[in-house]
C-alpha cells in the first residue's frame, strides 16, 4: 500500500477534520464577539465529501480521525455522520473535540458507535468565568456533559487554554480534578489569533511559565514518557488517578514526529496548523477528480510538509497567521 510519507520521513496518519466553521460559543480567544466571516453553506464539505476524503486517506495509511470545527455538534445529521464514518475498518481511532454544550444526551449513542476520545474544551470550573469567557451562558450544559462523560466508557481529555490573569489561578484545581478521576488535563498555550488579527495579551504563558506555575503547587510530579507523535508533554501527580500536560501549541516543541494533516470544512487542505493552506480539495473533487488522482494528490503534497510550524509561517504568502482556530479546524 502506498503510504503518505513526508521528505523528513515521518508518515502521516492523523486526520484532523473540521466538520463546521461555526459554532454555538464565541470563545475570546477563538473569535470576535460578531462579525465573524461564515461561510456559504454550498462552500462547506458536503458530508458525502469529507466521508470520501476520509476514505482515501485511510487507504493511505491515515487510521485516526479527530472531528472538530467550528463545533462538530452544530452542524445537523453530525451524529449520523459519525455512524457512517464508524463503517469505516482501516480507522483505529474516531476522536471528536467539542465544547459539550450540545452532547449530553449523545453520550451514550457516542459509546455505541465506538467514538474513541472526546476532547472536552473547558477553560474555568467557575460559571461566571465560563460566561465571560465564551460569552455564552451555558456552563451547567457543559458541567453536565463532563459528569456523563466520566461516567461513560469513552476516553476524556479536558482541554484548558491557559488565559493570563482569567484562569492562570485556576491550574491547580484543574490538576485536583485528576485526583480521583481518570481524565487527562491538557493545558494549551494560548495561540494569539481569534480571526480579527493578532490578540494582544500583557503575558506570555508558555510550557515553561505553565509548569513552573505547577510546580509551585505540587512537590511529586512524576513525568511520563510520552506516545509518539503526543502534542503533549505528560505527567502525573503522584498517587493521582488522571493525568496531565502541556501543549505547546505556540512554541512548537512537538513538531519534529507530527503525524498530522488539516482539512478545514471548506476543504482547504493543510500540512501545519501554521501554514496557509496548500490547496483546495473540495474543489478538486467537484471537478470530477478520481480516487487515484485524489491519492496521488496526497502523496504529492505531503511531501512539502514543512519541518516545523515555524518555517511553515515564513512560508505563508499572508504572513500574519490571523485565521481564527474555528476556521482553522482546532
Ligand atoms: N468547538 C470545539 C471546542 O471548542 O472544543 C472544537 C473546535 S476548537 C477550535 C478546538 C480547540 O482549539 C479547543 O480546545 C479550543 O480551546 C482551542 N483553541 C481555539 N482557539 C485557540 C487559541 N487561540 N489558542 C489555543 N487554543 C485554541
Ligand atoms: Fe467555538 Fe471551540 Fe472556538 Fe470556543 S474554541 S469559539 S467553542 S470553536
Not at 101 to 114: F, N, Q, R, V, Y
Not at 134 to 149: A, G, H, P, S, Y
Not at 179 to 196: H, L, Q, S, Y
Amino acid at each position: 500500500m502506498k503510504m503518505l510519507t513526508d521528505k523528513f520521513g515521518r508518515q502521516i496518519t492523523y486526520l484532523r477534520l473540521a466538520i463546521t466553521d461555526r459554532c454555538n460559543l464565541r470563545c475570546q480567544y477563538c473569535m470576535p464577539a460578531h462579525g465573524i466571516d461564515i461561510v456559504d453553506r454550498k462552500d462547506l464539505l458536503t458530508y458525502k465529501e469529507m466521508y470520501r476524503i476520509t476514505r482515501v486517506l485511510s487507504e493511505l495509511g491515515v487510521n485516526k480521525v479527530r472531528l472538530t470545527g467550528g463545533e462538530p455538534f452544530v452542524r445537523k445529521d453530525f451524529i449520523h455522520f459519525l455512524e457512517t464514518l464508524s463503517f469505516n475498518d482501516k480507522l483505529d481511532q474516531i476522536n471528536i473535540t467539542t465544547n459539550g454544550a450540545l452532547i449530553s444526551k449523545h453520550i451514550s449513542k457516542l459509546e455505541t458507535l465506538g467514538i474513541h476520545a472526546v476532547n472536552l474544551s473547558l477553560d474555568t470550573l467557575k460559571a461566571d468565568k465560563f460566561k465571560q469567557i465564551t460569552r455564552r451562558d451555558v456552563f451547567e450544559e457543559t458541567i453536565q456533559t463532563l459528569d456523563k462523560l466520566l461516567a461513560s466508557k469513552l476516553t476524556i481529555k479536558l482541554n484548558v487554554v491557559i488565559l493570563p490573569g482569567v484562569n492562570t489561578n485556576e491550574i491547580a484545581s484543574f490538576i485536583e480534578l485528576t485526583k480521583n478521576k481518570d481524565i487527562a488535563v491538557r493545558f494549551i498555550e494560548e495561540m494569539p489569533f481569534n480571526g480579527t488579527g493578532l490578540r494582544k495579551t500583557d503575558e506570555v504563558w508558555n510550557l515553561d511559565k505553565i509548569y513552573a506555575e505547577i510546580q509551585k503547587s505540587y512537590k511529586n510530579i512524576i513525568p511520563l514518557v510520552d506516545k509518539k507523535s503526543s502534542t503533549s508533554k505528560n505527567f502525573k501527580i503522584d498517587g493521582y488517578t488522571g493525568s496531565f500536560g502541556i501543549i505547546p501549541a505556540f512554541t512548537r516543541t512537538i513538531c519534529h514526529d507530527c503525524n498530522r494533516i488539516r482539512i478545514t470544512a471548506t476543504g482547504l487542505f493543510k500540512n501545519c496548523l501554521f501554514d496557509d493552506g496548500v490547496f483546495n480539495i473540495r474543489d478538486f473533487i467537484r471537478n470530477g477528480a478520481s480516487d487515484d488522482e485524489l491519492k496521488e494528490l496526497f502523496i504529492k503534497t505531503v511531501q512539502q510538509k514543512p519541518i516545523n510550524g515555524f518555517v511553515a509561517e515564513a512560508n505563508r504568502k499572508n504572513k500574519k497567521v490571523s485565521e481564527s482556530m474555528s476556521t482553522i479546524g482546532g
